[in-house]
């Protein structure tokens, strides 16, 4: 019985475009424990039991809120399953990391330390430099940057294949990002870095996702741009940050066009839904001088 509902959980959040493989793989676990029992049913009491055992309280939080969302599901079409009340282990949420917003030279700056830096082979500071570039250029997320292949860059873009909740698209570049990508192929060429994927460190390998970070933080703080180890400061993601906010910084001041604006840029940056666009948007002094300009207008009874 719990085994059939979960499988039919899984699927329709797979069906949903999730890859559900996290979740899917805590549910069976909690399947296994349950049915040891004899349950066939979602029990509060196990559940707890259950997530008692974890080694971790965020462990624990983890397996209470996944079987929970699932026994939602399940009551709704047999009452036998019990639903436990939510936070019982705690919220647990993480909060946002303070996003900051990254100045051009700040970009240039970084771009060049990377060339500069010593690595130990020759194809890795010209993969930082236009790596970070890339991500500067069109607000990628790093693990889609990472995914690209040396085919993906085509006459009309580069196409993403492997973007959040497995959606592609078709990502327009700009003449002067196209120009950077095909320098840095023929520099792989001119040294010989081999590998079907686009950015590749020594023998064709991708640099890890985490690695990429580090070393951007790395050369920020080299350059003064964030404090020491155990401080915050700008992050990688902070380019998507900045390219979204730039992006909305160069739209015409007007409803229609604001509108129309935040729907391309929201399937420009791969968005599932409009609303994460929005979670990407930070106050600068120019849209904050946009917006007060926008409340006169409206106060002084003037279109907006």
């Known amino acids: 019985?719990?085994?059939?509902?979960?499988?039919?959980?899984?699927?329709?959040?797979?069906?949903?475009?999730?890859?559900?493989?996290?979740?899917?793989?805590?549910?069976?676990?909690?399947?296994?424990?349950a049915q040891a029992f004899g349950d066939q049913h979602v029990n509060v009491s196990r559940l707890y039991d259950w997530c008692g055992t974890a080694t971790t309280q965020n462990a624990a939080r983890t397996r209470f809120d996944v079987v929970r969302r699932f026994s939602l599901y399940a009551h709704s079409e047999d009452q036998r399953h019990q639903v436990p009340p939510s936070g019982v282990f705690g919220r647990g949420r993480r909060s946002?990391?303070?996003?900051?917003i990254i100045e051009p030279e700040q970009v240039?700056?970084?771009?060049?330390?990377?060339?500069?830096?010593?690595?130990?082979?020759?194809?890795?500071?010209?993969?930082?430099?236009?790596?970070?570039?890339?991500?500067?250029?069109?607000?990628?997320?790093?693990?889609?940057?990472?995914?690209?292949?040396?085919?993906?860059?085509?006459?009309?873009?580069?196409?993403?294949r492997k973007g959040k909740f497995g959606k592609q698209r078709l990502l327009p570049?700009?003449?002067?990002?196209?120009?950077a990508l095909e320098t840095y192929l023929a520099m792989r060429a001119q040294l010989g870095a081999d590998g079907d994927n686009l950015f590749v460190r020594a023998q064709g390998r991708v640099?890890?996702?985490?690695?990429v970070g580090a070393v951007f933080v790395r050369l920020a703080r080299m350059l003064g741009f964030r404090g020491p180890t155990g401080t915050s400061g700008i992050r990688l993601h902070d380019l998507r940050h900045t390219f979204a906010v730039r992006s909305l910084e160069s739209c015409p001041c007007n409803r229609e066009a604001?509108?129309?604006?935040?729907?391309?840029?929201?399937?420009?940056?791969?968005?599932?839904?409009i609303t994460n666009t929005y979670w990407y948007?930070?106050?600068?002094?120019?849209?904050?001088?946009?917006?007060?300009?926008?409340?006169?207008?409206?106060?002084?009874?003037?279109?907006?």
């Open 1 to 33: 019985m719990l085994n059939d509902q979960i499988s039919r959980y899984v699927a329709l959040h797979r069906n949903l475009g999730r890859k559900f493989e996290e979740q899917d793989r805590i549910l069976q676990l909690f399947a296994n424990y």
């Open 96 to 100: 946002r990391p303070t996003p900051h």
């Open 108 to 160: 240039r700056a970084i771009m060049q330390a990377a060339l500069d830096f010593p690595y130990k082979d020759q194809i890795s500071p010209y993969t930082y430099h236009y790596l970070f570039g890339l991500l500067a250029t069109t607000g990628l997320r790093v693990s889609e940057a990472l995914a690209l292949q040396r085919d993906d860059l085509v006459d009309d873009g580069l196409i993403i």
């Open 173 to 179: 570049l700009q003449p002067s990002t196209r120009r």
């Open 207 to 211: 640099p890890g996702r985490a690695r």
């Open 258 to 273: 604001i509108s129309h604006h935040m729907v391309s840029l929201s399937n420009y940056l791969g968005h599932a839904d």
């Open 281 to 304: 948007l930070e106050a600068t002094p120019v849209l904050l001088r946009e917006i007060a300009t926008s409340g006169e207008r409206l106060f002084l009874g003037g279109a907006v």
